[in-house]
Every structure is written in structure tokens, then in C-alpha cells.
């Protein structure tokens, strides 16, 4: 079945430490994006893809990096610069250019700070 | 500019009885709205979509949505609630045709059930 992997589900980092949040799609989708989700709000884009090689700043990029090398990959790092990184974090993919179909989900990583 | 506001952050019913959650949007062009589902710990499920068809939507799991332009709303309701409806609801506004960044999320409604 078609569907986006995100790995692992649930990570752990120590201050100062980066880690690197794996999204994996088969759905032949050319755009893909991440979200940050904080008890009580919406999603907060962090990073989108449209197509191979090039990726956009949402509105909460700060501490946050990506690639994406290969359509079907678009891993996100969280740096050492995130001062805040403790959250849920959604991967969506669905084809560039087109909305109307909505997004498809990932299950979701928690990251939490130790 | 395009925002959506859902009007409740939390929704409490009895099994059997009706749920409404309520969304409110506003758009500079003809928008497409969705609502999505999300159980505790897992991703978001799309329930229903609206894209300039018949304004009355039905989606998964006997819920439905009706776009109301003159209102600006998009409420989800559904006849009878079951435990299992239990979840944190979100609903979305886009222009249609744009791109992701254009694609605004409300702050979600967790919508409870009581025996």
C-alpha cells in the first residue's frame, strides 16, 4: 500500500545534540513537507519541497535543516540551534501544484529533550 | 489572506448524541477546505474535502461538512457519536491551486465522548 514512513516514532536528544528525523513516501509525490505540532495549536510549517534538489523556509525554519536528494526521501535534522525542539513532528506529501486532493500524513516523531 | 479559526477547542458529547464542530474561514479566492482526524499519538486522516462541488460534503466514518459561503463556515457534524470519534479534529483552508505555504491549519477541536 502507498503511504509515507516516518522514523522512528519516538526519539530522544541530549542538549547540544543534532538528530536527523527520517520521512520515506511511495506515493510518486512530487512535493513534501514538514510540520511541528505543540499541544493546543495547529500544524507550523518548518520546511516544504516541491521538487528534487530544492526545498522552501516555512514559517518556523530556525534550527531546523533538510534535503532532498531523492523524491521518495526528505529527512529533516533538528539542530543545536533549536532551543525549543521538544514536539510532534509531521511529515505530508501530496503533487505539486495541485491542493485540492489534500495531504497525505505520516505517523508522526515525538522528539523530547533529556 | 486566508485564516480559519475553530471556534472550540474542546467539544464534550454522550455516545449516541450529535457533534458539531465548528470552523469559520476567510479567503481572498474560491477556497478548498478539508477536515482532518488525528488520534492521539498518529497522523492526520483526511475525513473530508470540499472543492467547489456540491456544498454539502460526506467524508469517512458518517461525518459531514457543509460549506456555506455566504457564513464563511465549514462545520463538521454527525448524527451520532461513538466512543471512537474520540480525537482531535483540524480543519484547513486553502486558495485552490496554491502552493503549500498558502495552506493554513486551525488550531484543532479535541472532541470527547461520554458513556
Redesign the interface.
Known sequence: DGG?T?SP?YLFRKEGQNVTLSCEQNLNHD?M?WYRQDP????R?IY?S?IVNDF?K?DIAEGYSVSREKKESFPLTVTSAQKNPTA?Y?C?SHQA????????????T?LTVV | AQSVTQLD?HVSVSEGTPVLLRCNYSSSYSP?L?W?VQHP??????LL?Y?SAATLVKGINGFEAEFKKSETSFHLTKPSAHMSDAAEY?C?V?D????????I????TRLSIRP
Open positions: 509515507i516516518q516514532k512535493a513537507y493546543g495549536q495547529g500544524l510549517l516544504y516541491q522552501q516555512g510532534f509531521l505530508a501544484g495541485d491542493t485540492n486532493y489534500g495531504y497525505t500524513f505520516g505517523s508522526g515525538r | 477547542s478548498s478539508f482532518y499519538n498518529k497522523g492526520l486522516q483526511l474535502k472543492t483540524f484547513v486553502s485552490r491551486g496554491s502552493s503549500a505555504s498558502k495552506i491549519f486551525g488550531s484543532g
